[in-house]
């Protein structure tokens, strides 16, 4: 039987991942004693910080390399899943550790004009769990393995919903839970071994990292800070996202990462080169629509949305701005800001649903044309719904 282990790089599965190496005692008794029936799988989202994949390389890497363990990395290939999988790493002498995946999460935000949402972890099945699950179906098939988790004993909501998930012949583990170890028991642990403070292993552009009461703020953005040519990826999916509907934001759709680096100490030097890396970019002017349903009990509770969003013209940021100022100029409506951000409204939601909105705005060339498949009713129906309230009105 296999035993596969998904390591996700962070201090919970490195501490298990590490006790498991230098403590037999604490093995399965699935895995060989020599460790050949052993796989560490990794699924690469493309956003992962450096700093990560340098702490990876320096003191896991060689550990697994000097016991043959064979280590694979994957990504996802696309959006869709019929773009499959590509297999980065598959070897038994792993040096580098690929975080620059295949098709990036960024890249996927970016091209909707969104921002990974903050109350579910979607995205992480999507570029993880699912991606792996494909190489374990080509790579073990039917057979029955031990897969294990690095979930600790604080994150039982965590595994009962992997419980749930994966392949039915998946026999899952959670080892860190059986040893009562917490977060940090695993930071203690790897510190003991490897002499090192663990980084926290996530996305750049991750809203859970951000979190105020878990000390993220200040172990993140000091991390941004470091990596420049990394945070102008978060930054620019944030900015795209918010031009497209000035009610997101990165942290829970409330808060900006833009604001949050502006307040802390060295954080203006970056966003000095954010503004230059945004002159540098191609820029689009985009038509924004967006139809609202109603729940069924109350209409002023919003429904199912969908939206519907086209690239018109793309040049130099100056250009598009003029293109949006003649815009206005033509409909008859003001070209407005918020200092950051340039939007011509031509209708705005109203407070009962269902209901519309309609705008143009400007932003780097990064998204793509789409219109979900709800759109047209949903707009009709907003429309429709508007143009009776200002009759009665």
Known sequence: MNVVFSYGMGANGTAALLRLLFEPATR?????????????????TGDEFLDTAVMVEQHIYPLLAARRVRTVQVARAGHYERDGIVVLDDTREPILCLTSG???????????????????????QKFKGWVIDQWLKTNIGDEPYLHVMGYDVSEPDRVAGDL?????????????????????????YIFARLGVRWKRSHCVECPFAFSVTKGGRARTIPRLLAHPHQAMDALTMEYLAVACNPKQGLIAGKEQLYDLIADWPGGPIL??????????????????????????DDPMKRGQPARSMRPLITGSRTDMLAHLERAAGL????????????????????????????????????????????FPKLWREGLKATRQLELAI
């Not at 295949?102 to 921002?115: D, I, N, Q």
């Not at 966003?271 to 069924?296: I, M, N, S, T």
Request: aromatic share 12%; net charge neutral.
């Open 331 to 374: 409909l008859g409506r003001r070209l407005e800001t918020d200092g950051r951000h340039w939007r011509v409204w031509w209708r705005r939601r109203g407070i009962y649903f269902p209901t519309v909105e309609h705008l143009l705005t400007a932003a780097p060339a990064l998204a793509q044309h789409k219109t979900n498949s709800s």
């Open 164 to 188: 749930a998930l994966g392949l039915p012949n998946k026999i899952p583990w959670y080892p860190l839970v059986d040893w009562g170890w917490d977060w940090d028991a695993c930071e203690r």
């Open 28 to 44: 399965p008794p699935e895995l060989a004693d020599d460790l050949s029936n052993l796989i560490v799988i990794t699924a690469q």
């Open 102 to 124: 295949a098709y990036a999460l960024l890249e996927e935000m970016t091209s909707t004009a969104t921002v990974p949402q903050s109350k579910d972890r979607k995205h992480s």
């Open 271 to 296: 966003l000095k080169l954010f503004h230059h890396h945004l002159d540098a970019a191609e820029w689009a002017v985009y038509d924004v629509q967006r139809g609202f349903g109603r729940k069924p």
